[in-house]
């Protein structure tokens, strides 16, 4: 499950922000190694926008997990860290456990693949009603390298109806690949 940890913060030309994941009991006891995917949003079109990071030893010795990304537009710094959770509060006890356990593993012959997606919503700085964000799933058995994406867009409300357009999107290995541009429609409120 992830949790946004804060707003972004903007100061002297540099953007920051915190993202939390809370490992479920499965994500600990796991043997394998574990990454974190991170798809960054509102970055100039044909820039990359996701990066993978292998944070096995992060999550097995608590180490510290750096990377660093430069291009002639910007410089991305991740850092991963160790956190243990106190819980001062009710908050925790109230967590979807379907969620938080919802696994697919995949085993050939011995060796065995867990996969877990975690789906975090992050209000990025261009949404609004007319531009909401992409809703995007994972293709069975393809989860690693293929999803499906639906966006809505031209969202206009209007006295007695709700009007818009539909386009679906497909990426591979997290790129985007194709746009079908499904029609647009008129909806009674």
């Known amino acids: 499950m992830m949790q946004d940890g804060g707003s972004l913060r903007h100061n002297h030309n540099r953007y920051s922000d915190s993202t939390v994941i809370r490992l479920t009991k499965t994500m600990k006891s796991h043997n394998g190694k574990v990454y974190i995917g991170l798809r960054f949003f509102d970055l100039p079109i044909g820039m990359q926008d996701y990066i993978i990071v292998d944070v096995t030893m992060v999550i097995e010795n608590g180490m510290k997990k750096k990377l660093e990304m430069i291009t002639e537009n910007y410089r991305l710094?991740?850092?991963?860290t160790k956190e243990m959770e106190t819980n001062y509060g009710l908050q925790s006890n109230h967590i979807d456990n379907d969620t938080m356990n919802a696994t697919t593993c995949k085993?050939?012959?011995?060796?065995?693949e867990c996969c877990m997606t975690l789906n975090v919503v992050k209000i990025g700085l261009n949404d609004f009603v007319r531009n909401p964000p992409s809703f995007c799933l994972s293709?069975?058995?393809?989860?690693?390298?293929?999803?499906v994406c639906l966006r809505?867009?031209?969202?206009?409300?209007?006295?007695?109806?709700?009007?818009?357009?539909?386009e679906l999107g497909a990426e591979l290995y997290h790129v985007h690949v194709a746009t079908v541009h499904l029609g647009c429609f008129s909806l009674p409120i």
Do not use: W
């Open 152 to 166: 809505l867009y031209n969202l206009e409300f209007r006295q007695e109806t709700l009007d818009g357009c539909i």
């Open 107 to 112: 085993c050939v012959r011995k060796s065995c």
């Open 77 to 80: 710094h991740v850092h991963v």
């Open 139 to 147: 293709l069975p058995f393809l989860k690693e390298y293929a999803n």
